[in-house]
């Protein structure tokens, strides 16, 4: 196990939340107000391009971990040596309406690759929502075993919530929440429900079996600081009404 030491006592005192600025965003200003308001208002550790620029910016913004996003490894090496302290292979949210697709074998081999180049940094690897429940669940063990720290779920693009309001949010976050239910059982690694969560469905994942949870467009959508604070404030509030379930040590 390779995973970074205040990540894992995070980990281990309770469910964790991981703030996502966006893998495709590298708007300083941007990045700045969600980091910022992402150590605010409590958060766990953000998530940020895999940019080295912006890792630099971000190490003099906030003392929190710093993880960063890309689909191609050897953005994960300039990035680490910026000052990165964890790297994630996805999210693929931003690709889907791209028409780009990541299927099992492409992500096992950036996996493979990723731990070639870098053996011992935390490594977090989404497992593609398009695949059905049962191969993300098979994905997820092959990616374990390819020498992953965190396994992350999604589904946010893929789902259309038919209502309006709380029942609407509980519809947008059934699949990654399927997700985090089916994989937490099958991997012995930390499980990080991502992707269309709200602070009525954080809770949801959690009891799900997840370990933490990655949001994103709650925050990042937001064009101030100020709400920005105050929507991690109220996720970290809603991760507080949870006890978390065994799952495996």
């Known amino acids: 196990m390779t ?58 913004l906030i003392s929190l971990p710093i993880c960063v996003s890309a689909v191609e490894p050897e953005k994960f090496v300039s990035a680490v040596e910026a000052g990165a302290d964890l790297i994630e292979i996805g999210n693929f949210d931003s690709f889907y309406a791209q028409g780009r697709r990541f299927e099992a074998e492409e992500v ?34 092959e990616l374990v075993k390819a020498g992953a720290d965190i396994i992350q779920t999604e589904g946010g693009t893929s789902s259309t919530p038919v209502h309006a309001g709380t029942l609407g949010l509980i519809e947008k976050a059934a699949p990654t929440l399927a997700a985090a239910y089916s994989i937490s059982r099958a991997v012995s690694v930390p499980v990080l429900c991502a992707s269309g969560l709200s602070s009525v469905t954080v809770p949801m994942a959690i009891a799900a079996g997840a370990a933490g949870v990655g949001v994103g467009s709650a925050i990042n959508k937001l064009d101030n600081e100020v709400a920005m604070v105050a929507v991690v404030r109220s996720l970290v509030e809603a991760l507080a009404t949870v006890s978390r379930p065994q799952v495996h040590a």
């Open 3 to 60: 995973i970074h030491p205040s990540v894992q006592q995070a980990f281990a005192q309770g469910p964790v939340l991981k703030v996502i600025s966006g893998l495709n965003n590298f708007d300083h200003q941007n990045v700045a107000a969600i980091i910022k308001a992402a150590q605010a208002g409590g958060a766990t550790f953000v998530d940020i391009a895999a940019d080295s620029n912006l890792v630099r910016m971000a190490r003099q």
């Open 108 to 141: 096992l081999a950036l996996t493979q690759e990723t731990r070639s180049l870098l053996p011992n940094i935390t490594l977090s690897v989404t497992v593609p929502h398009i695949l059905e429940l049962d191969q993300q669940v098979e994905l997820a063990i």
